[in-house]
Structures are given as structure tokens and as C-alpha cells.
Nanobody, 124 residues
């Protein structure tokens, strides 16, 4: 069973950048599609980005497309979320998630394993 640990969150000014990392345990990381989700106070958890096990299939939420980049390093069992041109509305707890599947998914209920989350705060 894969376990996930996120890191890289913090406080940044609008227009700045952060890079989130999600380290996975286990030896079958490449068999897992990975996703990033976020949840702002008082709001539902929302999809941010997803990447297939091979990295060949990637999708983004419209709100982050062109500003965020998801990638993975299967040799290091890690998935990344590079966030550029950050806006105050990007403030949220960011979660990475995994599902053992060759496909990518946009909905949180499709994912089997979740990290503990990392706080991202963007000041105006």
C-alpha cells in the first residue's frame, strides 16, 4: 500500500511561485495515477491536476491551467506541483492522492490514498 507525504507549502506573495512535492512509499509507484486537490476554508475539495503512472497523460483544472505544472519522477517515487503566478484565490490546503489505475481521474472519490495536506497561503 502506498503512503503519501506532501511538503513544500508555505506563505508567498501574489505572483510568486511554490513547488509542492508528494513522496510515496512502496515499490509500485509507477502503477498509480496521481492527483493534486485543494480545499479552501468553507469550500469543497476541488481538483487541481492529475498525471498518469507513465506521465504521458496530464490534465488540469481550468483555474490553474497555464500556471501550474504537474510532473513525476518515478525513480524517486515523487510527484510535483509547480505553481507559478500564484493568486490569493489559490490559498488552500493542497492534498496529493493516488489510485492504482492506468487512467487519470478528476473526482476525489476516485482516489484511494491521500496525503495529510500542506498549507499554501498567497497574500495580496
Amino acid at each position: 500500500q502506498v503512503q503519501l507525504v506532501e511538503s513544500g507549502g508555505g506563505l508567498v506573495q501574489a505572483g510568486g511561485s511554490l513547488r509542492l512535492s508528494c513522496a510515496a512509499s512502496g515499490r509500485t509507484f509507477i502503477r498509480y495515477a496521481m492527483g493534486w486537490f485543494r480545499q479552501a476554508p468553507g469550500k469543497a475539495r476541488e481538483f487541481v491536476a492529475t498525471i498518469s503512472g507513465s506521465g504521458g497523460s496530464i490534465s488540469y483544472a481550468i483555474s490553474v491551467k497555464g500556471r501550474f505544472t504537474i510532473s513525476r519522477d518515478n525513480a524517486k517515487n515523487t510527484v510535483f506541483l509547480q505553481m507559478d503566478s500564484l493568486k490569493p484565490e489559490d490559498t488552500a490546503v493542497y492534498y496529493c492522492a493516488a489510485v492504482r489505475s492506468p487512467f487519470t481521474y478528476y473526482t476525489s472519490h476516485s482516489y484511494e490514498i491521500w496525503g495529510q495536506g500542506t498549507q499554501v497561503t498567497v497574500s495580496s
